[in-house]
Nanobody, 125 residues
Framework: QVQLVESGGGLVQAGGSLRLSCTASGRTFSSYAMGWFRQAPGKEREFVAAIRWSGGNTYYADSVKGRFTISRDNAKNTVYLQMNSLKPEDTAVYYC??????????????????WGQGTQVTVSS
């Protein structure tokens, strides 16, 4: 079993920044990829960003390109999401997720095996 623990959410004004962290534990080998999704009230969960553990290739939703950066620390088994130039429409619960099967379906929630509990990000206008 894998546990994913997120941190770093909070309340920020529009134009501000936040950094989310997610640490994985419980397995002796790394995942193929880790990602971030978000879900706003009344909306479906949507892809935000993903990173391959080997090689570090990154993938982003169009809505966050140029503003968000995903990165990883292999030694700490941790993935980060640096969020800059935040907008009110970025308000959502952000979920960390991990793919241990190598599905390569980075933007699809069914491509991942484990999920964190979520962390709230609120951007005020």
């Amino acid at each position: 079993q894998v546990q994913l623990v997120e941190s770093g959410g909070g309340l920020v004004q529009a134009g501000g920044s936040l950094r989310l962290s997610c640490t994985a534990s419980g397995r002796t080998f790394s995942s193929y990829a880790m990602g971030w999704f978000r879900q706003a009230p009344g909306k479906e969960r949507e892809f935000v960003a993903a990173i391959r553990w080997s090689g570090g290739n990154t993938y982003y939703a169009d809505s966050v390109k140029g503003r968000f950066t995903i990165s990883r620390d292999n030694a700490k088994n941790t993935v980060y999401l640096q969020m800059n130039s935040l907008k009110p429409e970025d308000t959502a619960v952000y979920y960390c997720t991990a793919d241990y099967r190598g599905t390569n379906s980075y933007s699809l929630s069914r491509g991942y095996d484990y999920w964190g509990q979520g962390t709230q990000v609120t951007v005020s206008s």
